[in-house]
Every structure is written in C-alpha cells, then in structure tokens.
C-alpha cells in the first residue's frame, strides 16, 4: 500500500515530466547542437538514471531502504511544498522562454535574449529549480540516492554545461548578454 508522500512523489514526478513534455520542441533537424555526442550521453545516462530512481522509489521504496535518511515528516512534507513551489517555477520558466527553450544546447537564426520573467533575476533558472525539485524529491522519499544522483549528477554535468552555453550565448548576443550578465546572478544566489 502506497504512502501518501509516495502518491504526492508520484503525481509530481507525472507533473515534471508532462511539463518537459510539452515544452520540448519538435524541432530538432534543424537544430545545429553546441554538444559532444558522449556529454548528451552522459547526460541522458544520468536522466535514466535518476528516473529509474524515482520511480523505484514511488512503486518499491523498500529496494532502495539501503540509502534511506531519517528526516522528520515535517521536512518531507516540506519536500513536497518545495516540489509544487519548483514544478509552478519551471512552468513559469518554460513558458517565458517559449520557442527558445531546447533541451540540448543550441542556437538557431531566429533566438532571442530572454531577460523577463525569471529570467530578470537569475541567468539560469531551469538549472536552479531542476535543483529545487531533485532536493525536493529527496526530502519526500528521505533517501540518499536521490541527493546524491539528483543533485549530484546534476551538479557535475552543469559544472561542464554552464560555462559553454554562457560563451556560446556571448558569442552570439556580444554586449546585450555582456550586460545582462553583469546585471543577473548565475543561480540567484
């Protein structure tokens, strides 16, 4: 019998991935990719990863009690207010960028700057609330796995990410990203 975190777990993790799938576009022969072929591996090995996790961890928490942390029900619970709180960000997020939003790192003739919304405040707000919600997962399932391949792998991949997309955004923006970088934080931090 499932828990009601692992059904609060379970219908975010549907929320996320309704929403990456609604966002991502269709377009992508035109696409010209700013990526390795192994990165866009690692990453999609690590996104694998976290979803055969996750969902371990709604349908058969009990494989994973190996990595389970004793947190308290208020801070679980206080996972899922901070899972609704992210998924509410990211559909924000996508929604601003709109046709600019892509999945792999890319430019194409007709991107723009996006400095509204989110975007007015922190230079990469998908990456801060992807943090948001794996922290998120992790305090609702209470295990260590999800914090350290969540957050973890997450952190290592945008460690290599970050810096290339920001040289490949002022490469082609020039001074208008220049500025927008001096006048935003990385992470809002």
Not at 174 to 183: D, E, F, I, L, N
Request: hydrophobic share 50%.
């Amino acid at each position: 019998m499932w828990d009601v975190l692992q059904l609060v777990m379970g219908c975010q993790l549907l929320a996320f991935f309704a929403l990456r799938l609604a966002y991502e576009p269709s377009r992508t022969a035109s696409v010209v990719l700013h990526e390795s072929g192994f990165f866009r591996g690692a990453m999609s090995a690590v996104a694998l990863g976290q979803v055969i996790l996750l969902v371990g961890l709604v349908f058969e928490p009990e494989v994973f009690g190996f990595a389970v942390t004793p947190l308290p029900m208020f801070l679980r619970w206080t996972g899922s207010g901070l899972g609704l709180f992210a998924l509410g960000f990211l559909a924000w997020t996508y929604r601003v960028l709109g046709s600019n939003y892509h999945s792999v790192l890319h430019l194409d003739d007709n991107q723009v700057l996006i400095t509204s919304g989110p975007y007015r405040y922190i230079r990469h707000p998908i990456y801060v609330t992807l943090f948001g919600i794996f922290f998120s997962f992790y305090l609702q399932s209470a295990n260590m796995l999800v914090l350290l391949l969540g957050t973890g792998g997450l952190s290592v991949l945008l460690y290599i990410r970050i810096p290339k997309e920001e040289a490949l955004l002022l490469k082609h923006f020039g001074r208008s990203y220049r500025s927008y970088m001096v006048q935003t934080k990385r992470f809002g931090l």
